[in-house]
């Protein structure tokens, strides 16, 4: 707060109340928070006996404002809140004369760094005063000795980085910025040997590279105990090559961190005579020659249009364009009036240190900020158009998830990656798998591409907490390389179908309950499902079906079921023996289509005939295929048939089962005559006979 | 005393006692009380008549039996209607449990978005959902992200080792990251359509941050787009405060701070008054009153430039609601992770 005071004149403290400042010091990061300067804390500081109260703010500072990662950056916008005169720190004046140039700079890519300033001092190492280091803790920065300590000090205040030089240890007054050249070496001030690459941009002397430009100084180039003259270094360097590089050499220092933001190109000269400034001040050195300015370009400022209007029009409210351009000129820009009247444009200067802002919305920003985002108000946009329905994915998965959780089935959300092993075991070849290049850990390597091992996954944690009888869901995407990323649908089950009841035992759920469900989920789409005898990887053989859909005119293969292979259930994790039966599917053929074109069909007002049929048969035979010889036989008064029981023992010969088929029988047009069904029937009997060589029992 | 007195008494007595009869038992002791041979309050009141004057005898005898029919009759009628209340054949104990019908539930996720989705739809959004894998162009470039720009540290990024192709519609680049926000949804909208533009796109994002309490590498987004001739910040403000005076309560208190994201100018962080403590400071809100809720602002020029519509005509907001940040406060769950976790003693806590 003191060094904030010093920057800026604003009356704050406990008597410090002055007209439209603030009252106190929580009030100020009010403030700051309110303009986009969020105070995450505000800690007392220790002071002397006798001074005023101090404290520290810590300010959350936004990616595009690295103006504000110093103390003259805050102090402009409690400059521009409180219409308080900001006071630029003391510098040294520029008396050197130009002539008095002890080095030589060139830069030899102007690209990565536009201007480079450089001057000496003679110096002598010592520890900083008190006053100094101790603003430096406040900010978190550890001091090392008077000279380092000058330079980080400035840093703070003004924002710009810089860099001191142990004079003696380079190779002469020449200063060169250039690319490294591959393979060259520096070792940089943690101690830590680096490679450099030529797109990195360094500080060399004749011989070889003495800084990482923008990151990092080097090692033998230190200042230390015995230095006695240094060379001070401002520059502007390019953001991005900075945060390239530092990513490269995996360094970031409050240095790259300032520089990849963006630095104040206009501000090394200031940097360098504050510094010295400071160095004669607390005795540590005097300067030696003038500041050296390499700066082979300087750029034009940018100039942006302010239209008055456009401010209101973007806002929902009117600013008094009186406020307007003082509050801009309090942020440092030069608002030019271009056309008077009620609604008045600017020419804006956008001084160099605001490098966030390119166009008129990046000002309109500014005065939305200073005019405060609590005064709009709130109003609500007309519909200037129907309201569009949303696609057709989102009725299918909430029918999806209602069919479901009404057949018990709760619905998990598991993670899009998964581990290697556990994708490869189940349905997919090594070459379909998408890798993530930087996972957080082996066991989120790869994106998934079958929900089933998140889904197996999250039984299996039910399952070792206590839980007996699981049945879990997920509607989500799936990753392939060569499907890309589509809908899909997993479903696992495990435990009882039937809980135990005072009634009686329990049932343990077996394929046939989620084949069930997934007979139930089709019907409510208006979707037939069929199950095909098939292998896959991951389920039992024997106990395995593809699934085959038919919605609409179209039938596919969406996926499949069966049980889970023990063994890699327990690999898993899974304790216990009991079974586990899982589902996946393809959503993308299950369609609501089927209930647009719904028309319905006249409720029957005939009675319907049942026969029962009980037969011996071979008990390979599927079930569908007699169904299928059933249904072709019968002719069209048969409604529906339903395996109603099967048997094998005793009175059954080995290799066939006894099976009992209830057919009824229905017309829509008239009651059928026992002597129709009877024909039909005993055509059934007969094809199931020639066919499959059935006996009637 | 006196000997009618002596039957008032009693008559009152009985009513009282009746009146506490609740089984059969009772009624049996009411009646041995009463009516009993020896202990009986009646045979006693009979048996204290000897003393009595012998002109009043055969009036007080007179009495003393009409106080025993009186005291037989209501007796035999409050059995009758004991008889009535007995378990009739056939009946069972209806306080056993009933059978356990499956039951399963949405996840609070899903409930949520759904929430926010219907929210949105009343005030004629449309629901689109987008890829999760993306290409840098739609997941930054085109949202006023270049590469190397330092607002992408913001949001680091899952990377796939090999591109994949992408999941959008139409011509599509290929895929080489899981998506850091929603936001690439807006892109691909305005490429196809013309303003004015009002969706919502929900859906998972990924952010390689290690898991904590609050951060996991995967969770649920909604993004909100709108886009029209004279759309203000006045009406993103409108909207997200009735939005989250509808979601929270009405009485939720709303406000918005500058802030910045690349692809909003001016951007806004928007707080609701603590849903723990109504504002007044607690640990959960760290003192403040207040919750971070979402981001949004008035749509970046540039990112109406990358897809072909006229910043000086249009102008439009967008916001981005984390979906699991609400339901850590709507539903006051501790740990993000829990989420994921699909334990059914958390799951099973939501309704259907
Ligand atoms: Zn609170």
Known sequence: MSWLRELVEVPVGPAGAGAGGPTDIADLADALTMRGFEVGAVEPWPTADGDPPDAVLDLEITTNRPDCLSVFGIAREVGAIYAAELRPPEVEPTVASAADTPISITITDPALCPRYVGALADVTVGPSPRWLAARLEAADVRPINNIVDVTNYVMLELGHPMHAFDYATLAGPEIRVRRAVAGERIRTLDGIERTLQPDMLTIADAERPQAVAGVMGGADSEVGDTTRTVLLEAAYFNPISVRRTNKRLALSTDASFRFERGADVSAPIAAIARARHLLAVIGAGRPRGAVVDCFPGPPDPIVVRLRHQRIGHLLGQTVDPAFVAPTLTRLGFAPRLETEGESPTWQVTVPSFRVDVHREEDLIEEVARHHGYERLPTTFPALTRPAQAAGGWRARDQTVRRLLTGCGFSEAITYGFVEREAALAMHVEASDLVALSNPLSEKGAVLRPSLLPGLVDSLIHNRRRERQDIRLFELGSRFRQGAGETPSLAVALTGAAIAQHWTGPERTADLFDLTGALTRLAEGFGAQVAFEAGTMRALVPGRTARIQLTCGAHTTAVGWVGQLDPTLASRRGLPGSRDVYVAELDLRPLTLDAFGRLRAAPVPRHPSVVRDLSLEIDDALPAAQVRGTIWAAAGPTLVSVREVDRYQGSGVPAGSVSLSVRLTFRAADRTLTDAEVQTATDEVVSALEQAYRAKLR | ?352
């Not at chain 2, 899981?178 to 936001?183: E, G, N």
């Not at chain 2, 500058?258 to 008054?273: G, L, M, N, R």
Request: a negative charge.
């Open chain 2, 1 to 352: 005393m006196t000997a009618p007195t002596a039957i008032d008494t009693i008559r009152v007595a009985f009513q009282a006692d009746l009146g506490a009869v609740v089984t059969a038992q009772d009624l049996q002791s009411v009646r041995d009380r009463y009516l009993g041979r020896k202990q009986g309050a009646v045979a006693a009141l009979m048996k204290s008549m000897a003393g009595a004057a012998p002109a009043d005898r055969p009036a007080l005898g007179k009495a003393a039996n009409v106080l025993k029919r009186e005291i037989d009759a209501a007796l035999t009628q409050r059995g009758d209607t004991l008889d009535d209340t007995a378990r009739p054949v056939g009946s069972v104990d209806v306080t056993l449990p009933g059978r356990a019908l499956p039951f399963g539930r949405r996840h609070p996720l899903t409930l949520i978005r759904e929430q926010v989705e219907s929210i949105f739809e009343t005030m004629g959004f449309e629901i689109l959902q987008g890829p999760q894998v993306e290409d840098d162009y739609h997941n930054f470039e085109a949202l006023n992200m270049p590469p190397d720009h330092p607002a992408r540290d913001m949001q680091d990024t899952f990377y796939l080792e090999q591109p994949m192709p992408g999941g959008g519609e139409g011509a599509t680049p290929p895929a080489t990251l899981l998506r850091t926000h929603t936001s690439g949804m807006q892109i691909r909208y305005m490429e196809s359509h013309e303003p004015p533009v009002r969706i919502i796109s929900p859906g998972l994002v990924y952010r390689r941050d290690t898991p904590d309490l609050t951060h996991s590498p995967m969770f649920m987004q909604v993004e909100g787009l709108l886009v029209g001739e004279g759309i203000t910040m006045a009406d993103l403000k409108g909207t997200l405060v009735s939005f989250l005076q509808a979601f929270f309560d009405a009485g939720t208190r709303v406000m918005f701070r500058p802030s910045f994201f690349p692809y909003t100018e001016p951007s806004a962080e928007v707080f609701i008054s603590c849903v723990f403590c109504e504002g007044t400071g607690c640990a959960v809100c760290k003192q403040t009153g207040w919750l971070e809720i979402l981001g949004c602002g008035m749509v970046h020029p540039a990112v109406f430039e990358a897809v072909g519509y006229d910043p000086e005509r249009y102008t439009g907001w967008a916001f981005g609601l984390g979906i699991d940040r609400v339901a850590l406060l709507k539903y006051r769950v501790e740990d993000i992770r829990l989420f994921y976790d699909n334990d059914l003693r958390l799951l099973e806590q939501f309704p259907h």
